[in-house]
């Protein structure tokens, strides 16, 4: 056979090939050209992979932190209400599957059970709020209870830097000046503000809008819209709008990619690696506006309170005064829609009923066929209660809260993320130290003088270093040095060298 060339066009998905002579004309191969392509599925990386696997460490360490804590808690316990534990592992279970055989999940004592405790704590947040401010002697159950939240919704650990007292004012200055010196440093742009207390004072506002927000903190840092493109698009990303990459980073090629655009209020949960991937070292930009955008998420959270549980109560009672004020409208005003607000449930419509996930039919628990948000019941109700009346200072509250989308907050919300973990561990302190004066083992000390109530604390805080490595010293992945004594979150240091 003579000298020939092959030539190959490889792709993500293909490949194509071609088979010519020294002159580059195409051979033949039982009288057929020989070219062609081969075409197969295109690989994935282990993104989705990896993201089941971190979901279930997650998931094993959140159990593995409980059952620490139980550990603790068993002989006291014990002494009490000796199937305490066993009802709580099996509360989500049938009564004819359960080996306690009896019909609460939590309390089943002669004079008190689950009816009562519900009724005295109405949330877990109410329970969390009462062990803070009462110094009273309270049962060792409920002290659990309290603990068992705390440690297994813990928040998140991105502040560490920000010291032991966390202080959502001070937070502030520290994250403002981070991305300011960061600009000055990274890309010379200046963005300085003239009152950083104002500024976060505008960002926390949830009666102004998004445009009035950077609008106004434009107007704090000198900065001219229409002049200085990359500082007021960032100014707007971290007020919450939707903004061009390029003219964050001055970069038109930004404009070709399909996630040429971002918003921290929609979707950036779902685009964050996408994101990260588009801009790879770049991407520090986008972590440090977020940590300011966050910030302004977690104080209306707090409501200016120290506590995230009394926050919470907070509002709930607002839900609960928000409901009644537009149950008493529709009563008054358009009595003929209460039941589409209330009780109706199908797809479609962002009502009452699919913001609460509660759904009765025939005095029963029904099958609910809608879910919404906070801003889709918020605009259901502004299509359903338009042309406004208000005839009462009440029915303009509600109505001004409508409109911005802050009618009704509920304690579980998906910006419940951005809780720092300083915040979860002040109310575990605090709830420990008014225990330990009616709760006799929380003072005991082991060997090493590490009392029940600093392991506590451990079990909180711990995290394993992201150097060390597997723990288990049999697998041939492992790198640490360590004894045979079991760790736990107390002993860390002592057993691993």
């Not at 609460?104 to 008190?112: L, P, R």
């Not at 009666?207 to 950077?214: D, E, G, I």
């Not at 903004?243 to 970069?251: A, E, G, P, Q, T």
């Not at 009780?343 to 099958?367: F, H, I, P």
Request: hydrophobic share 35%; charged share 30%.
């Amino acid at each position: 056979m003579n000298n020939y060339y092959v030539g190959l066009d490889i792709g993500t998905d293909s490949i194509g090939w071609a088979v010519t002579n020294e002159s580059y004309q195409l051979a033949k191969f039982k009288g057929n050209a020989m070219w062609g392509v081969r075409l197969f599925d295109e690989s994935k990386t282990a993104q989705e992979r990896r993201g089941f696997r971190a979901s279930r460490r997650r998931t094993f360490r959140r159990h593995e932190r409980i059952e620490w804590l139980q550990m603790l808690f068993n002989t006291e316990i014990a002494k009490k209400d000796v199937a305490f534990f066993q009802r709580l592992k099996e509360s989500n279970l049938y009564l004819e599957d359960k080996s306690t055989a009896v019909p609460y999940a939590v309390f089943a004592d002669d004079d008190y059970n689950d009816k009562q405790f519900h009724e005295d704590y109405k949330t877990i947040f109410h329970l969390r709020k009462e062990l803070i401010e009462n110094k009273a002697p309270h049962d060792i159950r409920l002290v659990y209870l309290a603990l068992h939240h705390i440690i297994k919704n813990r928040g998140h650990f991105l502040f560490d830097n920000l010291g032991d007292d966390f202080n959502s004012v001070q937070s502030f200055d520290k994250l403002l000046y981070a991305l300011t010196a960061f600009l000055s440093d990274e890309y010379e742009l200046e963005l300085e503000c003239t009152d950083a207390e104002k500024a976060g004072d505008i960002l926390k506002n949830k009666s102004l809008s998004k445009t009035s927000k950077s609008s106004q903190i434009a107007t704090l840092c000198g900065i001219t819209p229409k002049k200085n493109v990359q500082q007021m698009s960032i100014i707007k990303l971290i007020c919450g709008q939707k903004v061009k990459l390029s003219d964050i980073y001055n970069d038109k090629a930004l404009d070709e990619d399909e996630n040429s655009k971002i918003d921290f209020s929609s979707g950036f949960d779902d685009n964050e690696d996408a994101y990260h991937t588009l801009l790879v070292d770049r991407y520090e930009l986008i972590e440090k506006a977020k940590a300011i955008y966050d910030w302004a998420l977690l104080a209306d959270i707090l409501k200016n309170e120290r506590y995230i549980s009394v926050a919470k109560v907070k509002s709930y009672e607002e839900h609960q005064s928000d409901l009644k004020t537009l149950k008493s409208y529709v009563k008054t005003h358009c009595k003929v829609k209460y039941f589409r607000i209330f009780r109706e449930s199908k797809k479609g419509l962002n009502n009452y009923t699919a913001y609460s996930g509660k759904y009765k039919e025939n005095g029963k628990n029904g099958v609910l066929q809608q879910k919404a948000k906070q801003e889709d019941f918020c605009k259901f109700l502004k299509n359903e209660l338009k042309p406004y009346v208000t005839d009462k200072a009440e029915y303009a509250e509600m109505f001004s809260k409508i409109d911005n989308g802050s009618f009704m907050p509920k304690q579980i919300i998906k910006d419940n993320g951005v809780i720092p973990m300083q915040l979860h561990r002040d109310e575990l302190k605090q709830i420990l130290n008014n225990a330990c004066e009616y709760l006799e083992f929380l003072n005991e000390a082991d060997t090493d003088g590490i009392t029940v109530k600093d392991k506590i604390i451990k079990i909180f805080e711990y995290r394993i270093p992201y150097y060390v490595g597997p723990l288990n010293i049999h697998s041939d992945k492992h790198w640490l040095v360590r004894s045979n004594e079991k760790i736990y979150p107390w002993n860390f240091s002592k057993v691993v060298d």
